[in-house]
């Protein structure tokens, strides 16, 4: 069994960003010397999300809007620690904090409009995602 971990730094532009992450998960994968396994893509952070979709601009709206419909920014009883970052917890709940997926001859195994996502929705400071590869 093999295995390797890397910890991607982010740093986005604004405090809600949607980044593709494909290509920086793959070269961990491809580094790790695994051929067949799993790989395990998580956010550190509980105000940021992991996920799997299209990399299709007008999705990426619609994401952002919808988590806003279900999790809007203002107040909530969380503000009351002195935080006002209230939505950005629950829309790490709706898109979710990691993705495990499969890893077939030494590479991502992803569909054909499959790409892999970091959600920022407090973005105020560096954050980190924990890549961690397992397999033979």
Do not use: C
């Not at 093999?2 to 405090?15: G, I, Q």
């Not at 994968?29 to 940021?48: A, C, D, Y």
């Not at 994401?63 to 917890?89: C, K, M, Q, S, V």
């Not at 991502?108 to 890549?131: A, H, N």
């Amino acid at each position: 069994m093999a295995s390797r971990t890397e910890y991607l730094v982010m740093r986005t532009a604004r405090a809600r960003e949607l980044v593709n992450i494909t290509d920086r998960v793959r070269a961990v994968v491809r580094q790790s010397g695994v051929n067949e396994g799993l790989v395990l893509v998580s956010s550190m952070h509980i105000t940021s999300a992991v996920f799997v979709n299209d990399n299709e601009p007008g999705l990426h709206r619609d994401i952002e809007a919808w988590a806003d419909r279900l999790a809007p920014p203002g107040e909530y009883e969380h503000h009351r620690t002195g935080e006002t970052n209230g939505d950005a917890h629950l829309k790490n709940l709706l898109l979710g904090l990691q993705v495990v997926l499969p890893v077939t001859a030494g590479d991502l195994d992803l569909g054909p409009w499959e790409q892999v996502f970091y959600g920022e929705f407090d973005g105020r400071r560096p954050k980190r995602v924990v890549v961690k590869v397992i397999g033979e």
